[in-house]
């Protein structure tokens, strides 16, 4: 099977791969590669809906899940498995997404011999994740996938009170558990009913700005007196960017506006970055559409269980809460989330004065 560079990389006949997908000819995994094709030759996810009737979630879907194939194969998984995933469970794969190449093959087979589902799926991947920040394996259980998975279950069970729920863990701990230590580590919850409980988590530190004394302007800077015409004709127009008044220039560098609240003065080396609800842990709404700014001080990187912090996945970073210490590279504290200003009437903050009549 082509891998999805080599079909990106030659020449894309659109209404060959728009027949393919409207029939849905082949494999999901070629209706994947056969989306990606069409949104890299400029197709938007909308149009390919229009010709084909793939609807744009399930195009990332099919994309994506077809892209945790390719790396399964690498990992050289077992062909029994790769056969098993060709067919059916783009669900399942699209889930593993977040996975390293070794355990997005480790939890694929583990989801075949299992039978898992798309729900059962993403705990499972959420418990490797987690799993594979430990450079040795927890007391009492192995470096397996099963093991992985029995430990957060077995976690999970020690901070339950309610029997009933405390039971259903343990089974659930008892049904991943692949060594023997790892089963009589389970199997002790039985008769200890010791409930650990596990540290609150801590609230986001959102503020929303509300007056306009908040929103300041950016200028560019010109030089010092006495300065030249040429010089003073050189600087730029900035045009500020919706809802936070972002700066951009030629090259890399921006600029946004931030109140001069406490906590940001007190910063040594504060960095802004653009965010969306649903890439925070432990928002209420994380479907809200609204764009937040996270501001972080690169220069605290110490461990604090009642902070979240930035921390370094691969080639990407995240906003984690860390309620124990780890092993994960931090890159610095989160000091605030800022919402913007809603703004009722633009018109009436432009105007000099407001009389009434």
Same mark, same amino acid.
């Given at each position: 099977?082509?891998?999805?560079? /080599?079909?990106? *990389?030659?020449?894309?006949?659109?209404?060959?791969?728009?027949?393919?997908?409207?029939?849905?000819?082949?494999?999901?995994?070629?209706?994947?590669?056969?989306?990606?094709?069409?949104?890299?030759?400029? =197709?938007?996810?909308?149009?390919?809906?229009?010709?084909?009737?793939?609807?744009?979630?399930q195009q990332n879907q099919v994309i994506v899940g077809a892209q945790v194939y390719d790396?399964?194969?690498?990992?050289?998984?077992?062909?029994?498995?790769?056969?098993?995933?060709?067919?059916?469970?783009?669900?399942?794969?699209?889930?593993?997404?977040?996975?390293t190449q070794r355990d997005r093959a480790r939890a694929a087979e583990l989801a075949r011999?299992?039978?898992?589902?798309?729900? $059962?799926?993403?705990? &499972?991947?959420?418990?490797?994740?987690?799993?594979?920040?430990?450079?040795?394996?927890?007391?009492?259980?192995?470096? #397996?996938?099963?093991?992985?998975?029995?430990?957060?279950?077995?976690?999970?069970?020690?901070?339950?009170?309610?029997?009933? @729920?405390?039971?259903?863990?343990?089974?659930?701990? +008892?049904?991943?558990? $692949?060594?023997?230590?790892?089963?009589?580590?389970?199997?002790?919850?039985?008769?200890?009913? #010791? &409930?650990?409980?596990?540290?609150?988590?801590?609230?986001?530190? $959102?503020?929303?700005?509300? #007056?306009?004394?908040?929103?300041?302007?950016?200028?560019? +800077?010109?030089?010092?007196?006495?300065? /030249?015409?040429?010089?003073?004709?050189?600087?730029? &127009?900035?045009?500020?960017?919706?809802?936070?008044?972002?700066?951009?220039? @030629?090259?890399?560098?921006?600029?946004?506006?931030?109140?001069?609240?406490?906590? &940001?003065?007190? @910063?040594?080396?504060?960095?802004?970055?653009?965010?969306?609800?649903?890439?925070?842990? *432990?928002?209420?709404?994380?479907?809200?559409?609204?764009?937040?700014?996270?501001?972080?001080?690169?220069?605290?990187?110490?461990?604090? @269980?009642?902070?979240y912090c930035l921390t370094a996945q691969g080639d990407t970073v995240a906003v984690e809460?860390?309620?124990?210490?780890?092993?994960?590279?931090?890159?610095?504290?989160?000091?605030?989330?800022?919402?913007?200003?809603?703004?009722?009437?633009?018109?009436?903050?432009?105007? =000099?004065?407001?009389?009434?009549?």
């Open positions: 099977m082509a891998s999805s560079d /080599s079909v990106t *990389n030659s020449p894309v006949d659109i209404d060959q791969l728009v027949t393919q997908l409207r029939h849905k000819a082949g494999t999901w995994v070629e209706w994947g590669k056969a989306c990606q094709a069409l949104q890299k030759s400029g =197709l938007r996810p909308q149009e390919i809906f229009e010709r084909t009737g793939f609807e744009p979630p790396s399964i194969v690498a990992a050289g998984t077992p062909a029994p498995v790769l056969a098993h995933f060709e067919q059916r469970g783009s669900d399942i794969l699209y889930e593993l997404r977040i996975l011999q299992q039978g898992l589902d798309a729900d $059962t799926i993403k705990d &499972v991947a959420k418990a490797l994740k987690e799993y594979a920040y430990f450079k040795e394996p927890p007391s009492g259980f192995s470096d #397996t996938a099963g093991d992985a998975i029995a430990y957060t279950y077995w976690k999970l069970a020690r901070q339950q009170s309610d029997l009933a @729920a405390r039971s259903r863990l343990i089974a659930q701990a +008892l049904r991943f558990a $692949t060594s023997e230590m790892a089963r009589q580590q389970v199997e002790s919850l039985l008769t200890d009913l #010791t &409930v650990v409980k596990s540290r609150p988590v801590p609230t986001l530190p $959102t503020y929303r700005l509300e #007056t306009d004394s908040e929103l300041p302007l950016v200028v560019p +800077l010109a030089g010092v007196l006495p300065l /030249s015409t040429e010089d003073f004709q050189a600087v730029p &127009v900035i045009e500020p960017e919706e809802p936070f008044g972002i700066v951009k220039t @030629a090259g890399p560098a921006a600029w946004v506006p931030v109140p001069g609240w406490q906590v &940001v003065l007190q @910063a040594e080396d504060p960095v802004g970055i653009l965010a969306k609800p649903k890439h925070l842990p *432990n928002v209420q709404n994380p479907d809200n559409p609204e764009t937040v700014l996270l501001v972080i001080d690169r220069a605290q990187r110490d461990w604090d @269980a009642d902070s809460w860390l309620p124990e210490p780890s092993d994960r590279q931090l890159l610095g504290k989160l000091l605030v989330v800022m919402r913007p200003k809603r703004i009722l009437d633009e018109n009436y903050t432009r105007e =000099l004065m407001q009389f009434d009549d």
